[in-house]
């Protein structure tokens, strides 16, 4: 049996202790208990990469064995606790596999991979309670490339190449990704595993144009002031109108979930 970096065998062990095959679905489900991040479309795009190989019956659908479900257990702790990328593990685990000891790294600390990866955002005033830094913060102009944006969301190049042709993404001239493109990639292969495709967020990217649009107009002024202090000041306050227009957004959403008198 595959032992986990913490000497354990997981919750997803004994997702299949039965022995029989199961579904893709059937596999979300166990490993959820210990991921609850993770989607179809992460599970599909660890296969792609090789780290699991599922069975197919004759109509193509996937089956996983026990030892599948214990692999992908493995892989996800993996990035979860030590932020490895895909092909340290996928080494990994091939040298497990031939009886050799693995030596892992400490546990990195989420702060940690985002500052290995050149996307730390480091806030220069006090945070709001939901988080959103109420002064003026800094950001790196670090990005990543095309594979690693990959690897981080769970997806395939296809799926990538579909949200860029809806406008959910778009690429610096350099070819890189910076922070905010990781966390759409993320969001939207979220939401992809609850049946929303690419086609249904044109909505949501249409309205988030529009609130920009609206921001622009108040900061536009400012902007072209002669005075420095002003023109920094302009920017201050397009942060300040973007936090409050997506606070608006999500109270209005909750409220059209839950219609008064329900």
Not at 73 to 96: C, F, N, S, T
Not at 115 to 141: F, H
Not at 148 to 158: Q, R
Not at 165 to 188: E, K, M, N, Q, W
């Amino acid at each position: 049996m595959l032992r986990t970096p913490s000497g354990g065998t997981g919750s997803s062990g004994a997702a299949a202790a039965e022995g029989r095959l199961v579904s893709i679905g059937t596999v979300l489900n166990l490993l959820r208990e210990e991921f609850p991040e993770v989607t179809i479309s992460k599970i599909r795009f660890l296969e792609a990469e090789g780290l699991v190989e599922p069975q197919r019956t004759p109509s193509g659908y996937r089956k996983f064995s026990t030892d599948d479900v214990e692999r992908l257990g493995h892989v996800l702790r993996m990035q979860r606790d030590h932020y490895l990328p895909l092909k340290v593990i996928r080494e990994q685990l091939d040298a497990l596999a031939r009886g050799e000891r693995v030596q892992l790294p400490a546990p990195a600390q989420p702060r940690d991979a985002l500052d290995a990866l050149g996307l730390l955002e480091a806030p220069e005033g006090p945070q709001e309670a939901d988080g959103v830094p109420s002064g003026q913060e800094g950001r790196t102009t670090a990005r990543i490339g095309r594979t690693e944006l990959l690897a981080t969301a769970g997806v395939t190049e296809g799926e990538l190449a579909e949200w860029e042709s809806y406008g959910l993404l778009c690429a610096h001239p350099d070819g890189g990704f910076d922070a905010d493109s990781v966390t759409i990639a993320r969001l939207v292969a979220d939401l992809g595993g609850y049946g929303l495709e690419p086609r249904h967020l044109r909505a949501v990217k249409a309205a988030a144009d529009r609130e920009a649009g609206l921001i622009e107009q108040v900061i536009a002024p400012l902007r072209r002031h002669r005075n420095p202090q002003t023109r920094a000041h302009a920017e201050a306050t397009a942060k300040e109108l973007a936090t409050l227009a997506v606070r608006l957004h999500a109270a209005l959403v909750r409220a059209a979930l839950h219609p008064r008198g329900q």
